[in-house]
């Protein structure tokens, strides 16, 4: 297909009376080739074709990479620890004190498995040419609270907060390179979650995550490439930080009330959400997931940039008759 417009796609979304989903989801696609979560988030090559057997299967709107927060503290220098059928997490702290902070060095872009995410992105956009791809990488804050850790960085935003800023800066200054790379890959847009800026105030949202996105979407956002910002958080009091951003598109988690949501977000952007990732997709009966799906477009059907989709990642083992009875609810609905 070459290049997508993402303005017209999303302008298309928004004028079409059909409702669209973009669930955030690969591990039914790793399941369906036979391969470890492991292998998909250590091999490119295997990442892209579980991107693409879900692609054959569904019909979502766009496709989407892995949502895995651990990549860039990887390329940092910090401990993963990766566990054979779930998503790699984060061991330890990287930076202990100030002076770490001073010392960090901004890494390369063939440091961890950058370069292997990288080749899933390049392989997906080249072989996925019937809907737009979109990347993935972590918020400004939320790797800050990776190498310094969750509740630290929460304290050194008030004791210490030009410690804070000058981490924020170093992880700000490579999520820009990192998106640049994965935009020259030939991807449509990247989902940037930043869930632990869902901690924060409004006020300190906008101050330590949102100010800093606005930069890098400043800087990649165009008619070939869209933001989707993704902060699952948020629980309503800081969807006005994230709109501060000017990303293209807004993800929201489970725990927003969507209607709410989408009252504040601007008319021309869209907002995507929020079907509970654990306790329907994976946990609820087909039933269930159905009557749910339907209730969430019934609540939204007086926005036209409402996306349907997950609140977060699916989770691993997700059955395939809860995601075919999404679909079929969608199909319904329209």
């Known amino acids: 297909m070459g290049k997508i417009n993402m303005r017209s796609w999303i302008q298309e979304i928004i004028d079409s009376p059909r409702r669209v989903a973009v669930p955030i989801m690969t591990h039914p ?4 080739i036979h391969k470890t979560v492991r292998d998909a988030v250590t091999n ?3 990442h892209y074709e579980a991107i693409q057997a879900l692609c054959n299967q569904y019909p979502s709107a766009a496709a989407t990479v892995i949502m ?14 990766f566990p054979e059928n779930e998503v790699p997490s984060v061991n330890g702290r990287l930076l202990t004190d100030e002076a770490a902070i001073e010392s960090l060095e901004v890494p390369a872009l063939n440091k961890g498995r950058i370069p292997q995410y990288l080749k899933a992105n390049m392989l997906a956009a080249q072989h996925i040419n019937d809907r737009p791809v979109l990347a993935g990488c972590i918020g400004p804050y939320s790797l800050a609270g990776r190498l310094y850790d969750m509740s630290e960085i929460m304290m050194l935003i008030y004791i210490h907060p030009e410690a804070a800023v000058t981490l ?29 800026a869902g901690l924060l ?3 300190d949202c906008l101050q330590y995550s949102s100010v800093f996105i606005k930069e890098i979407v400043d800087k990649i956002q165009d008619d070939s490439f869209s ?24 993800h929201f988690g489970n725990k ?37 799906t339907l209730r969430l477009l019934e609540e939204t059907k007086a926005y ?28 319904e609905f329209n």
């Open 29 to 32: 696609g790793i399941e369906h």
């Open 44 to 46: 490119g090559q295997v």
């Open 68 to 81: 895995d927060l651990t990549v860039e503290a990887e390329a940092f220098g910090a401990e993963i620890v």
């Open 168 to 196: 924020l800066r170093k992880c700000t200054d490579f999520i820009l390179r990192y998106c640049m790379a994965l935009k020259a890959t030939g991807v449509n847009g990247v989902v940037m979650a930043e869930p632990a």
């Open 201 to 203: 105030s409004n006020e």
């Open 227 to 250: 933001v989707v910002l993704h902060n699952c958080g948020n629980t309503g009091h800081c969807t006005a930080a994230m709109i501060h951003t000017g990303a293209a598109a807004y």
């Open 256 to 292: 927003i009330n969507m209607v709410e949501a989408l009252k504040e977000v601007p008319a021309s952007a869209l907002a995507m959400g929020n079907l509970d990732p654990v306790s329907l997709f994976k946990a609820a009966t087909p039933e269930k997931m159905r009557a749910e």
């Open 304 to 331: 036209p940039n409402f996306v349907l989709s997950s609140g977060c990642d699916t989770p691993p083992h997700t059955p395939s008759e809860n995601i075919e009875a999404f679909y079929e609810a969608l199909k």
